[in-house]
């Protein structure tokens, strides 16, 4: 079956799936949407023509909306998708619209369902080339729709409140607040809900945004009331969290606090006064006459066996204190950016020097030392040579 979405939009179907082709052309569209808005009263053709085409003659426009009739027929695959003759209107056995059951609901008493349909303004973003009347015909029946809308919030919004179903409620006037953010009763109607609901900060902070808002788009501020409704929020103790529940034990249940006085409770219904203890640091208290524990080999091996078993401490093993650690030895030498020592490559030896004389032909040696006139040099070890 086809539907047809007038809210947020213009758009048709068929079984979920968008149509495409001539039949989804934009002026046969809001052919469709002129036809929708009517209902069963229908919609006179010269009417369609001076909304549809305002410019052409009556000829042509006539001849412009016989055709448009026949294109969605037969794109749409229904012959009788709009019946009529002189006054035109569509067929709810092969086409529904989101239009006609928004206003039934509302009629009916269902506003949830009716909120629920309307999925934002009428015909939002369609407009119409060279057909001003569309165009404002457009803009009247999207006021009123929101209109109407807006109305159906305020009254779910004012039931939650009612029942006291204050996180409800919340959500109703936020939608109201989306849909007409500069309504000042619509802004004290959140900030009530929320502050009911224990949420005060966001009520202000709603405040907050709203007063920018009419400072940036009207340059004007707050109702008076609107501000004393904000500055009695701000002055409101913090609300204290619900109870928990009592009669029980559980995790949600308060504790009872512990005697401070020095006294014993009995569980009879009295109370007792503490053991006196001796001087001595024992308790003159009298001895038990029977041990608490009976002797190991008198239990039982059924109650042994039934007994969970206890598990003992383990007594924490001493962990040895960290030796300090052991002192580095002192760099010599070179060290390179990771302070490494490294051998000392340009440390010198000594050096030895060893003469020998060696006779050479025709020379005379001797081992006397030589004149004192002697240019040559003595050597070390006494040895000289000259020629």
Not at 257 to 270: F, I, K, N, R, V
Not at 291 to 307: D, F, H, K
Not at 318 to 331: Q, S
Request: neutral net charge; contains cysteine; glycine residues 8%.
């Amino acid at each position: 079956m086809l539907r047809l979405k007038t809210f947020g939009g213009l758009a048709i179907r068929r079984n979920g799936a968008p149509v495409e082709g001539a039949g989804a052309q934009r002026r046969r569209l809001a052919l469709l949407a002129l036809l929708a808005e009517a209902g069963e009263r229908g919609v006179s053709r010269e009417r369609l023509l001076g909304l549809l085409w305002p410019d052409s003659d009556l000829e042509r426009g006539r001849k412009n909306l016989a055709q448009a009739v026949y294109a969605l027929r037969r794109d749409l695959g229904a012959d009788e998708l709009i019946t009529g003759t002189a006054d035109l209107r569509l067929n709810t056995d092969h086409i529904s619209s989101d239009l006609h059951d928004f206003r039934r609901a509302a009629a009916e008493g269902r506003l949830e369902d009716a909120v629920a349909l309307y999925e934002g303004p009428f015909l939002d973003g369609v407009y119409l080339d060279e057909a001003p009347e569309f165009d404002r015909w457009a803009e009247q029946e999207r006021n009123v729709l929101a209109h109407e809308y807006v109305a159906a919030l305020e009254q779910l919004a004012k039931r939650a409140t009612q029942a006291g179903d204050h996180r409800t409620a919340v959500g109703h006037w936020r939608k109201l607040a989306n849909a007409d953010p500069l309504n000042a009763q619509v802004a004290a109607g959140l900030m009530q809900a929320l502050a009911a609901a224990g949420d005060r900060a966001a009520a202000l902070q709603h405040y907050r945004v709203y007063e920018m808002l009419l400072r940036q788009e009207l340059e004007i501020e707050p109702d008076p009331k609107l501000k004393a409704l904000a500055d009695g929020l701000r002055k409101a103790p913090a609300t204290q969290p619900p109870p928990a529940p009592t009669g029980s034990r559980g995790a949600g249940a308060p504790l009872r606090p512990l005697d401070p006085s020095p006294h014993t409770a009995t569980g009879q219904g009295e109370i007792r006064e503490p053991t006196p203890v001796s001087p001595s640091g024992r308790s003159n208290a009298p001895a038990l006459r029977e041990p608490l524990v009976p002797p190991l080999e008198e239990i039982p091996a059924e109650t042994l066996r039934a007994t969970p078993a206890v598990a003992r401490p383990i007594k924490p093993t001493p962990v040895p204190a960290p030796k300090p650690p052991a002192p580095e030895p002192a760099l010599s030498g070179y060290t390179d950016e990771y302070a490494r020592p490294r051998p000392d490559t340009e440390r010198k030896l000594p050096v030895q020097t060893v003469t020998v004389a060696v006779p050479l032909p025709g020379s005379r040696c001797s081992s006397a030392p030589p004149p004192a006139s002697a240019s040559d040099s003595a050597s070390p070890s006494g040895w000289c040579c000259w020629s």
